[in-house]
């Protein structure tokens, strides 16, 4: 009679489950680019109009502009992140909207503030959306369901960043709260991406 070795015994693997931790860097990712980008850019419409003497209307345009692109980078998002693998493409999106940013702070002109804020929302269609869905999808057969409603609820959170970004804009101007966002977004960001893995 053949006796079980203790190598036949099966083992339980007490690691915590790696998707888990990116699910974490999705919301994450999520709940920033979506505050900044989404809710809380709405924060610096007035005192860019007031600094140009732009109308509110011609300022909020980037607010449609937003939904234009984030709309059309969706769709594509999902298949780019399955060729391209999704942390190249998420890290690609985070710089995209740091420097979509950083030239907003830059800007002199009102094409020139639509480009940057463009580029800006370009990059969010690419680190948000349905590239951090797909890449949590791919992690899950149980569970899949909570892990994508997790790591969406970033894009419902992402207003508590509001009265942070208040706060940077009355104490600091808004062109210097951009550039402090935009330095926040590669210290906190890029890392939160690096964890993610096919």
């Keep these: 009679m053949k006796t079980k070795s203790k190598s036949d015994?099966?083992?339980?693997?007490?690691?915590?489950?790696?998707?888990?931790?990116?699910?974490?860097?999705?919301?994450?990712?999520?709940?920033?680019?979506?505050?900044?980008?989404l809710m809380g850019f709405t924060v610096f419409f007035e005192p860019i109009a007031h600094t140009f003497n732009w109308s509110y209307a011609q300022v909020s345009l980037a607010a449609t502009i937003q939904v234009i692109l984030f709309a059309a980078m969706s769709p594509l998002a999902?298949?780019?992140?399955?060729?391209?693998?999704?942390?190249?493409?998420?890290?690609?999106?985070?710089?995209l909207v740091c420097a979509g940013l950083f030239l907003v702070s830059r800007s002199?002109?009102?094409w020139m503030f639509y480009l940057s804020f463009a580029m800006a929302s370009i990059g969010f269609g690419a680190c948000g959306?349905?590239?951090?869905?797909?890449?949590?999808?791919?992690?899950?057969?149980?569970?899949?369901?909570?892990?994508?409603?997790?790591s969406s609820s970033?894009?419902?959170?992402?207003?508590?960043?509001?009265?942070?970004?208040?706060?940077?804009?009355?104490?600091?101007?808004?062109?210097?709260?951009?550039?402090?966002?935009?330095?926040?977004?590669?210290?906190?960001?890029?890392?939160?991406a690096l964890l993610i893995r096919n």
Excluded: E
Aim: include cysteine; hydrophobic fraction near 55%.
């Design 9 to 37: 015994k099966p083992l339980k693997s007490s690691k915590f489950f790696y998707g888990w931790w990116v699910v974490t860097a999705c919301f994450i990712i999520s709940l920033f680019t979506a505050g900044v980008i």
């Design 78 to 95: 999902g298949s780019i992140a399955d060729k391209w693998g999704a942390r190249k493409l998420i890290i690609t999106g985070i710089i």
């Design 108 to 110: 002199t002109s009102l």
């Design 129 to 150: 959306g349905m590239a951090l869905t797909t890449t949590v999808v791919h992690w899950f057969k149980r569970r899949v369901s909570l892990a994508i409603g997790i």
């Design 154 to 192: 970033g894009l419902l959170t992402g207003g508590v960043l509001i009265p942070l970004i208040t706060y940077l804009v009355d104490s600091y101007g808004w062109q210097n709260a951009l550039v402090f966002i935009c330095v926040a977004f590669l210290v906190i960001l890029i890392p939160m």
